[in-house]
Nanobody, 123 residues
Framework: QLQLVESGGGLVQPGGSLRLSCAAS????????IGWFRQAPGKEREGVSCISSSGGSTNYADSVKGRFTISRDNAKNTVYLQMNSLKPDDTAVYYC????????????????WGQGTQVTVSS
């Protein structure tokens, strides 16, 4: 069974940090671009970041540039999203998704999805 599982979410104060993980089971991530998306209540799902299958190319939404870093460890079949200087506007459910082609900012172009992990930034 092909599965992506996110972890690492939680409650953090503004200015704090979290590291999200996206682990795959049932398939290898080596040949997939991995995107991170988020969805806040009442808002559309938006792309946050993406990393190519090789890890050689990354991209970020303007709202997170300079604060978030995406990386991957293919040996562990895991992709990470390091989130620093968190703001209340970052509060959302965060999802990872796999695509068997290059990165895309469009969520509907992804083939496999995790169940999501809640990130709440609040004092």
């Amino acid at each position: 069974q092909l599965q992506l599982v996110e972890s690492g979410g939680g409650l953090v104060q503004p200015g704090g940090s979290l590291r999200l993980s996206c682990a795959a089971s049932g398939f290898t991530l080596d040949y997939y671009a991995i995107g991170w998306f988020r969805q806040a209540p009442g808002k559309e799902r938006e792309g946050v970041s993406c990393i190519s299958s090789s890890g050689g190319s990354t991209n970020y939404a303007d709202s997170v540039k300079g604060r978030f870093t995406i990386s991957r460890d293919n040996a562990k079949n895991t992709v990470y999203l390091q989130m620093n200087s968190l703001k209340p506007d970052d509060t959302a459910v965060y999802y990872c998704a796999a695509r068997g082609r290059e990165c895309s900012s469009l969520w509907y172009r992804y083939d496999y999805w995790g169940q999501g992990t809640q990130v709440t930034v609040s004092s």
